[in-house]
T-cell receptor
Framework: DTAVSQTPKYLVTQMGNDKSIKCEQN?????MYWYKQDSKKFLKIMFS???????INETVPNRFSPKSPDKAHLNLHINSLELGDSAVYFC????????????FGDGTRLSIL | GDSVTQMEGPVTLSEEAFLTINCTYT??????LFWYVQYPGEGLQLLLK?????DKGSNKGFEATYRKETTSFHLEKGSVQVSDSAVYFC?????????????FGKGTKLTVNP
């Protein structure tokens, strides 16, 4: 009964390919997020969705496209993968109310060959 | 914009030593402050939080006090254990562009040796 689950855990692929990472939460939260963590552990928000609506879209290349089919799912599709996309991607969720903590998945380690 | 600065690691301690990880922030308004912990191979977990000035968050022997006058939220533990080895992130929750989001510090890696 994992709260925030993302798949796959590891993703190894070649430059130029298109890949997707899926995220699901069973906490009943209405806000979901995608973060990118680089090799130095620096964590930066990419997107957030509230009730399937895009709320935050940081400066992220438009090769990255989030999709939220319902409020329990937020998938991340990446086109034309580049070497610099290698990182660990974390999905998170929270209640929309102020000051609510975020719950994180275990991450997807993306490696571009 | 809002930002968080935390002490750079890595930090290496012996078991039962005292731990302090410094964290200071810059923010408009009145953010909430958090400490998250990331164990190897896992996602971040909330360790503790404080939502207003002078609040003290505590959990698993860790404590941090929201100090508005020094814009700080330092993490402390009186006696660390090997199992506390992890990366610790200080974060603030602020409103930017009408949306609430977390801003993280760069993380501090803690290694505790037996």
């Amino acid at each position: 009964d994992t709260a925030v689950s993302q798949t796959p855990k590891y993703l190894v692929t070649q430059m130029g390919n298109d890949k997707s990472i899926k995220c699901e939460q069973n906490l009943g939260h209405d806000t979901m997020y995608w973060y990118k963590q680089d090799s130095k552990k620096f964590l930066k928000i990419m997107f957030s969705y509230n009730n399937k609506e895009l709320i935050i879209n940081e400066t992220v290349p438009n090769r990255f496209s989030p999709k939220s089919p319902d409020k329990a799912h937020l998938n991340l599709h990446i086109n034309s993968l580049e070497l610099g996309d290698s990182a660990v991607y974390f999905c998170a969720s929270s209640q929309a109310a102020h000051n609510q903590p975020q719950h994180f998945g275990d991450g997807t380690r993306l490696s571009i060959l | 914009g809002d930002s968080v600065t935390q002490m750079e690691g890595p930090v290496t301690l012996s078991e039962e030593a005292f731990l302090t990880i410094n964290c200071t922030y810059t923010a408009t308004g009145y953010p909430s402050l958090f400490w998250y912990v990331q164990y190897p191979g896992e996602g971040l977990q909330l360790l503790l939080k404080a939502t207003k000035a002078d609040d003290k968050g505590s959990n698993k022997g860790f404590e941090a006090t929201y100090r508005k006058e020094t814009t700080s939220f330092h993490l402390e533990k009186g006696s660390v254990q090997v199992s506390d080895s992890a990366v610790y992130f200080c974060a603030l929750s602020g409103i930017q562009g009408g949306s609430e989001k977390l801003v993280f510090g760069k993380g501090t890696k803690l290694t505790v040796n037996p």
